[in-house]
């Protein structure tokens, strides 16, 4: 009895045993799961790189930059090629030619009214109108008809071949006596002083680069004078026209009083010896009476340095009529001593070669027609009426 017992209380000490063994593998994981992380001991704070002032970052730039063109140079641009523009006889050439071309129409309609077998009212009303309609103007063309009537109907064959007849007249209504040359000397070794003059669109800026060209091509050395100063583009255009053949602008700010600028460019031209200095000025119209007493001021500022020898007016050869009461208005102002007539290409008309020099008494002295850079030729009377006339 004893012997079971003891093996009782052994086989449930087992038990016990086996179970106080399970019980704690099952206690230790539930702790371990629910266990609160170690934290981490806080870390170091990054450091902080304070920014310097604004002028230090840009003189550290400014060094930068410094040290990058002294370690790597970059190469200069190639000055632009001077161009080597055309002589005054290839310019006649192509002014015959495009002359022919345009105005061809006006000479062949008179010769073949002239050359009917009876000359009666009808055709001279018929030669009256063509002439008007070219912008002659009424009084030059009463003298051409008279003296074509003349020659024609009462001297009959005497006259003539009609075409001669016509040539001699148109000759004689522009003028070959008119001195056509462009005054571009000073005296007492001072430069010429070219004031070019006109209302807004007319071309006075080209004008001026072209007749620069015209005269580097005859070896002489030019200043030009940008005194359009209410317009940027004008300036930078005149300059790239000097830049093309090597000719020095002298400008001013952009609104700067156009009258120094004008008064600069005479100095600058008096002291470095030029021949020649070419002075653009700004558009204007003819009925406001203060930009045309400006332009009376930048003349007399001029002549405070050197006299003016030519005063060219820019006309728009497509306006007709109207440029005639232009011419009047700034002759009064600035008096005029040339004309130059832009744009006499085929919507021109080329009577208002005679109507203008008739209102004015003053010479067309250069003819533009075409926008190429050389495309601006002395008037020569011979060659205008044969190019009309075919």
Do not use: Y
Request: charged share 25%.
């Amino acid at each position: 009895m004893f012997d079971s017992l003891t093996e009782w209380l052994l086989l449930i000490l087992g038990i016990v045993v086996v179970a106080a063994v399970l019980l704690a593998g099952l206690v230790v994981p539930r702790r371990r799961r629910g266990a609160t992380p170690p934290v981490a001991p806080p870390a170091a704070p990054a450091p902080t790189i304070e920014a310097p002032p604004r002028e230090d970052v840009a003189e550290v730039a400014t060094d930068t930059a410094v040290e990058a063109r002294v370690e790597a140079p970059v190469e200069a641009p190639a000055a632009p090629a001077v161009e080597k523009p055309e002589g005054t006889p290839s310019r006649l050439v192509r002014l015959r030619q495009r002359l022919a071309g345009s105005q061809g129409g006006f000479g062949r309609g008179l010769l073949a009214l002239l050359s009917r077998d009876r000359l009666d009212e009808d055709t001279w009303e018929a030669i009256e109108d063509l002439l008007l309609t070219a912008d002659v103007g009424v009084a030059p063309t009463q003298q051409v008809v008279d003296n074509l009537r003349t020659r024609l109907r009462v001297d009959g064959s005497e006259a003539g071949d009609p075409r001669a007849v016509l040539r001699d007249e148109l000759i004689t209504l522009v003028d070959p006596a008119l001195d056509r040359r462009l005054q571009i000397s000073g005296q007492d070794g001072k430069p010429g002083v070219v004031l070019v003059v006109g209302v807004n669109g007319a071309g006075k800026t080209t004008t001026v680069g072209k007749i620069a060209r015209i005269l580097v091509a005859e070896d002489r050395t030019v200043t030009l004078g940008a005194a359009d100063t209410f317009r940027a583009a004008a300036v930078d255009q005149l300059a790239t026209w000097g830049e093309r053949v090597g000719v020095e602008v002298v400008r001013g700010p952009e609104g700067s009083d156009p009258a120094s600028v004008a008064f600069e460019a005479v100095k600058h031209g008096v002291e470095a010896g030029v021949d020649t200095v070419l002075v653009d000025t700004a558009g204007r119209l003819q009925n406001k009476a203060g930009l045309m007493d400006e332009l009376g001021k930048v003349k007399r500022v001029i002549e405070k340095q050197a006299p003016v020898t030519e005063v060219l007016l820019v006309l728009d050869a497509t306006t007709g009529q109207n440029g005639l009461i232009q011419a009047r208005v700034f002759s009064e102002v600035v008096d005029v001593t040339g004309i130059v007539l832009t744009k006499l290409d085929g919507s021109a008309k080329g009577g208002i070669v005679m109507a203008v020099q008739r209102e004015l008494g003053v010479p067309v002295k250069l003819v533009g027609l075409g926008e190429g850079p050389d495309d601006l030729a002395p008037f020569d009377p011979g060659a205008f009426v044969d190019a009309l006339l075919g």
